[in-house]
C-alpha cells in the first residue's frame, strides 16, 4: 500500500468510526488513589486488527490528518468522561490528551477545545492537553495558543520530558501545570541513575511544578517515586491502557477507584 492509499484509509477509518480511545490509569503515588487517565488512540483496523498510534501517527502528522484525529480524540476523551461522571460521579478524575504540534500550531485548536468542552460539559480543570517539547518548535502561534488554552482554564502538561532536547531552562520558558518525566530516566539499576531521577524531579518541584512518572513497570520503581516524592505513577504495574468497557468491569459502582489490572494479572504485557 503507498502512502497516499494509507493517508486515504486512516480518513476513512475516522469516518467510519475505526478509531478507538483506550485509557490508562494515573494515581497518587502516595495513596495509589487514581486521579484519571490518559487516553489513547488505537485504531481498530478491519481484518488487520488493533495497530497502536506508532503504525499510523506519523503518516497522520505528515498529511495533516492529525489534527481530525486530534478532534476526534478531544470530543470523544470529553464525552467519556462526562458519561463516567454521570453513570459513577467520577467528577474530581482528569482526562488527558496527546495533542500534536501541529494541531497546537493551527489557531482553529483553541475553538476544537472549546467546542470539546462545550459538548461534554466537563470542567475544563478536568482536560488535561499533553505536549511535548519538540511540537512546540519555532511556534509562535503554539505558543500564543498554549497561553489562551490554559487561560480557558484547561491544564497543560508537558509529555516525555527529558527525551529529546530540553532543559529545565526550556521549562521555565513554557507555560505548564505538568510535567511528565519520560520514562527512559525512571532507571532503578544503579545509584548514579537513581541520581539522575532525583536531580529531574528536584529540578521541576524548584519551578513549583508536579512530576507524573511514565512508565512505571516495577514496584522497585515505585519505591523510587515515593523516596524523591513524586506526585503522580502512570504505567503497566499501576494499570494498563484498557478500552472503557474493560476499564469499567473493573470499576466499583460505589466509588470513583477501579479496581485496576496489574501487570501479570490477566497474562497481557
Ligand atoms: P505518550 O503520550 O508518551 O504515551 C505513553 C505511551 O507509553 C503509550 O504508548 C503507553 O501505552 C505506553 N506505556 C504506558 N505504560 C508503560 C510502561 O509501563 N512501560 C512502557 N514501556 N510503556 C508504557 P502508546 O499508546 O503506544 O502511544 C505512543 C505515543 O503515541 C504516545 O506517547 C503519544 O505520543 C502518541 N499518541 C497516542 N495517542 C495519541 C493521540 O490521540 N494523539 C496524538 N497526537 N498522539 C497520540
Ligand atoms: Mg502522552
Ligand atoms: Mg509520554
Ligand atoms: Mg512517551
Known amino acids: 500500500m503507498s502512502i497516499s492509499d494509507f493517508e486515504a484509509a486512516i480518513s476513512q477509518a475516522i469516518d467510519r468510526d475505526e478509531l478507538v480511545l483506550h485509557y490508562q490509569p494515573i494515581v497518587s503515588v502516595r495513596t495509589g488513589v487514581l486521579e484519571g487517565f490518559e487516553a489513547l488512540v488505537r485504531w481498530d483496523r478491519p481484518g488487520v ?18 489534527c481530525e484525529i486530534g478532534v476526534w480524540a478531544l470530543n470523544n476523551a470529553t464525552e467519556q468522561l462526562a458519561a463516567w461522571n454521570r453513570a459513577v460521579g467520577a467528577r474530581d478524575l482528569t482526562v488527558a490528551v496527546n495533542v500534536s504540534g501541529r494541531h497546537l500550531n493551527a489557531s482553529r485548536i483553541r475553538d476544537d477545545v472549546a467546542t470539546a468542552l462545550r459538548r461534554s460539559g466537563i470542567d475544563p480543570g478536568r482536560l488535561v492537553l499533553e505536549i511535548t517539547e519538540t511540537t512546540l518548535v519555532g511556534g509562535v502561534l503554539a505558543m500564543k495558543n498554549l497561553r489562551e488554552l490554559r487561560h480557558m482554564g484547561v491544564a497543560l502538561s508537558l509529555d516525555d520530558f527529558g527525551a529529546g532536547y530540553n532543559t529545565v531552562e526550556q521549562l521555565t520558558r513554557l507555560p505548564v501545570d505538568i510535567v511528565k518525566i519520560d520514562k527512559d530516566y525512571l532507571d532503578v539499576s544503579t545509584a548514579t541513575t537513581r541520581e539522575l531521577f532525583r536531580s529531574m524531579v528536584d529540578a521541576v518541584h524548584a519551578l513549583g511544578l508536579p512530576v507524573v512518572a511514565e512508565g512505571v513497570e516495577h514496584p522497585d520503581q515505585l519505591e523510587l517515586l515515593k523516596a524523591v516524592g513524586v506526585e503522580s505513577a502512570q504505567g503497566f504495574a499501576v494499570g494498563l491502557p484498557m478500552a472503557p468497557a474493560e476499564l469499567e468491569a473493573h470499576w466499583h459502582a460505589s466509588m470513583c477507584v477501579p479496581e485496576l489490572p496489574r501487570r501479570g494479572d490477566d497474562g497481557e504485557p
Do not use: Q, R, W
Request: glycine share 12%; charged share 15%.
Open 49 to 66: 486488527g488493533l495497530l497502536p498510534p506508532a503504525e499510523f501517527i506519523p503518516v497522520a502528522e505528515k498529511s495533516g490528518l492529525i
